[in-house]
């Protein structure tokens, strides 16, 4: 974290760019919820665009030297994935300056407003923050503010080109009544000619809600359609499979979907094709069309399959061995390390369950005492 400003980092590409690519390419923005360096790096090698680093608190992070070179990593050296740096925070001096130190190494930071752990919450943090809508308004404004007077390009479309360009984007949950969520996003949108966040991601449960219950596609298609034309949205959540996404959208390529329509995940399907000459050939009922919706973040499918979004079913072997190459590169604990490599030899979680590894092979892998008898 210490070193000289004008250190060349690779792979700085501001995320509305990137939004664009995928959009000129027909399809979804891929991102990755919060990872560690080496599987960020994984993802982005098969098809990740936009990653996310773990929640990094900002108080402490400005505060103290070792929890900057611990919590926030970077490669000096390609692969170095497009990356955003996810901050808890609930005062908006403390975000600004600790997204003032990690301006020059990564492609945008984002606010944490939708952990749901109670320490989190208990500190005013994560889920928490959306009963704080102005103190979050206040938070990005003052973000953006400081970045500016930093040097940084921070304009939102017109600078998303610019080689000093930055996003301030936010990541929420959803409230029981939508209209607060409504509410919430209206205020910390701000102007529409100047508003204060390039992108939002929307996780669609509520602080309350666990991660068994399907996501509440009602509500993400209210969001979508209200906010949708004014700043590019993401969805978190039930992004399992590509052939098994619960709604619709031009941004889809031609394939047949399987959608489990059973609230209860029985074995109840509803078939739809769809095209992006015409997105929406049959629409069965609670299927929803979401075509103002414009990237994917994914966390417990990407776990067991890194190439999710390059159209692998399941992880493929290479994926395994390429996340072993990176964090020989970028070190994680063994314990962290064994638990990314068993989640990529489980079954996978879309219609496709075959595993690279049996049950008992997986439970064997506990017994690796380093990376020499991972590689055996």
């Known amino acids: ?26 399809r979804f923005l891929y991102t990755s919820a919060p990872m560690k360096l080496a599987f960020r790096q994984t993802v982005h090698a098969y098809g990740t665009d936009l990653c996310w680093t773990p929640m990094i608190l900002a108080k402490e992070f400005n505060r103290n030297r070792l929890a900057r070179d611990s919590d926030f990593t970077i490669s000096t050296v390609a692969p170095q994935p497009p990356t955003v740096v996810q901050f808890g925070a609930n005062v908006p001096q403390e975000l600004a300056r600790a997204s003032s130190l990690v301006a020059p190494f990564c492609s945008g930071v984002d606010l944490n407003c939708g952990c749901p752990q109670s320490w989190a919450c208990a500190e005013t943090l994560g889920a928490a923050l959306m009963e704080r809508r102005e103190l979050v308004r206040d938070m990005v404004v003052e973000t953006r503010d400081q970045l500016r007077r930093d040097g940084w390009a921070v304009g939102k479309d017109s600078d998303m080109d610019h080689p000093k360009g930055r996003s301030v984007s936010v990541k929420i949950r959803v409230h029981k009544d939508i209209r607060k969520t409504i509410d919430f996003i209206t205020t910390v949108l701000g102007p529409e000619q100047d508003r204060n966040i390039d992108f939002l991601t929307i996780h669609p449960r509520t602080r309350q809600t666990p991660s068994s219950i399907p996501i509440n596609l009602e509500a993400l298609e209210v969001l979508t359609s209200t906010f949708g034309d004014k700043v590019p949205i993401i969805l978190s959540g039930d992004v399992f499979a590509m052939d098994a996404l619960p709604f619709t959208s031009p941004l889809l390529p031609t394939s047949t979907i399987t959608i489990n329509t059973d609230p209860k995940h029985t074995t109840t399907t509803t078939t739809t094709t769809t095209t992006n000459d015409n997105p929406l050939i049959i629409t069965p009922p609670l299927l929803k069309h979401l075509p103002k919706l414009r990237g994917l973040m994914s966390a417990r499918a990407l776990l067991r399959n890194p190439a999710l979004y390059s159209g692998h079913s399941t992880c493929p072997w290479a994926a395994v061995q390429d996340f072993l190459y990176f964090a020989a590169r970028a070190p994680l604990p063994h314990k962290l390390l064994l638990h990314h490599v068993a989640e990529m030899c489980s079954p996978g979680m879309g219609p496709d369950k075959r595993a690279l590894l049996t049950k008992a092979e997986r439970a064997e892998l506990w017994t690796c005492g380093n990376m020499l008898d991972l590689n055996h």
Request: no cysteine; hydrophobic share 40%.
């Open 1 to 26: 974290m210490e070193e000289p400003p004008e250190l060349q980092v690779p792979g700085i590409v501001h995320p509305l760019k990137l939004f664009d690519i995928a959009k000129n390419e027909k």
